[in-house]
């Protein structure tokens, strides 16, 4: 397969920027909320299958291929035309109301200590997961619902020729929970410290052939990984820096390394307030983080000014912003953000995704500000950072 000339200019820009030099223009791309897509495509008056990532050329696209621990197609508890509840490859009860964004977990299977410890994963290895459809919770069950999901690799190959394309991966808390539950995970830390460390151990062993299988069934068409990671909420972890440092993150160091050993950049997203480990990201040589949430206390340009460029940001547009502010106020909240891309390091997101209260027209302004302002040499006028150049 070959890439067009302007998809190979997107992997050069992204590269580019990963590596803290000065692309052509300063990257852009996002995470979108099916709900948004809906009205983003009323309020331009588009036509109904309008894809905006084609629409805007954006820079780079996430894919998702089966991380279930076991492969097996989702079993239907209880299906009608409000809702649909699932038994997934998790050992996971999962609630989809088609009316509401986000699916409900409602139970577990794996619900003791003693479960957990003789839990067993399938092959990471095993053809299914990236070259058959059928269930997958993670791109299965989000804000939209499929039982059958679509060859990973299929995803890939039509996205080859036109955009930058990332594969992903869940690190071992994201992995955990979703076996065990966010409650037991942080109650089970308190009860069985070393116990539940060994688990996170063989999740983490798990996950790392995961990340070499998908790199290997993908034959050269990865531009970079994401490394799924939320391990913090508004003001702090869920757990200590010290737990996470000797369980969760030696696996992610691995995962990173393999990356690299094959010249794929990282980027890491992770939600919530993680200031206290954020060295820790820079220590085991994760590219870029994403989303650097500014509901959570964090600001690209005050981590510019903290950490230099030692890492790359990929996020931090206040959404809240996007949706309530006028031109002028959007115009100061991109253009500043903007000095965050002097000597490169910068790809423009929200510090999230996009919602629904987002207006099309509003976004719309903000990607036309980025390509306008965002082209090398920087010109930010008024809105101009002098110490971070």
Known sequence: MRRTDKCAAKVERMNKALRHEEPDRVPISDFFWSSFVERWRRDLGLPADTDIYRYYDLDWIVTTPNMDPHIKPFEILKEDDQEVVVRTGFEAVVRKKFSQPMPAFLEFDTDTIEKLRVFEFDDPWDDRRYFSGGGNQLAGIGDGFD??????????????????????????????????????????????????????????????????AQIKAADGLLAGMVIWGDVAYKKDLFFSPEYWRKYFKPGVKQMVDVCHDHGLPVIYHGCGNVTRIFEDFIEIGVDAYNPLEVKAGLDAVDLRRKYGHGIAFCGNMDVVTWARGNEEELKRAVLTKLNVAKGGGYIFQSDHSLPSDVSGENYDYVVNLVREHGKYPLQLGEYDIPDLG
């Open 147 to 212: 039982r059958n999901v679509a060859p990973w690799i299929d995803a890939v190959k039509s996205l080859y020729p036109d955009f930058c394309v990332y594969g992903s991966v869940c690190e071992g808390q994201e992995t955990l929970w979703r076996i065990i539950g966010s409650e037991n995970v942080m109650l089970w830390i308190g009860l069985y410290p070393d116990e539940l460390g060994r688990c996170v151990e063989r999740v983490n062993e798990f996950i790392l052939e995961g990340v070499k």
